[in-house]
């Protein structure tokens, strides 16, 4: 649960320089369509940057002070492939069999040959890794977005996915195999790595951004449309920060 948090959070990565908020003449945030809560959204973001400026980011640079680069890529192999079972579930709950016989090969190989997940062996046989959370399962089953919401510590959300994300954490087969002091590690060392890899990232769009919030707000929309298939592929690794209209 704490890894999703993370993850969400740190979707800081990112997007066109188009999208900007409104402001009402005293200079206060109006609402724009699909945010009837900025202003409160505005708020929980500072909060959630002030978390990341004192804990996250400093752990983080000393993770990666530490820890090689080839263990690092060795331990986000892991924790990805420990998620491969969420991922088959919603596959399988949303009519993706395809998919989710792909997941099945991919959590093989990688147990396996990959020695519990440390190498990624099944992308290089070509088995790329396949999206599945019960936010999107919502989704395929009709329900709507629901209103923009920033949630504390857990960062971007909707009303769907952010039942979808209290969902997920219950979804993972693995989950009730792993003791909770294993699970509670798994998901702190996630975030950690997560943070690491999106170091220079989120600097840069700290530094470029005239009203963060907005960017954020429309970059995770944009990366959720491609998670959804509402929009066009951006690459295979989502995780990482990357601007979406960016050239490439």
Known sequence: MFQSSIRVLLCLGVLSLGACATRNADGEASATPGDPWEATNRDVLDANLAVDGAVLKP??????????????????????NIQEPRIFVNNVLQGRFLDAGHTTMRFFFNSTVGLGGIFDVATDFGIARRTG???????????????????????????????GLVADSFTNPLTYLIPFEGN????????????????????????????????????????????LGRSGDVGDKLDVLEDPGAPR
């Not at 983080?60 to 090689?68: N, T």
Request: charged share 25%.
């Open 59 to 80: 752990v983080a640079q000393g993770y990666r002070e530490v820890v090689p680069a080839p263990i690092r890529t060795g331990v986000r192999n892991v924790l990805d």
């Open 133 to 163: 959370d019960f936010g999107q399962t919502l989704y395929s089953w009709g329900l709507e977005d629901g209103p923009f919401v920033m949630l504390p510590l857990a960062g971007p959300s909707n009303v769907r996915d952010t039942v």
């Open 184 to 227: 509670v590690a798994r998901s702190v060392v996630g975030g950690v790595d997560l943070r690491e890899q999106n170091i220079e990232n989120l600097d840069a769009l700290q530094s470029g951004s005239l009203d963060f919030y907005a960017r954020l707000r429309s970059v995770w929309q944009q990366r959720r449309d491609v998670e």
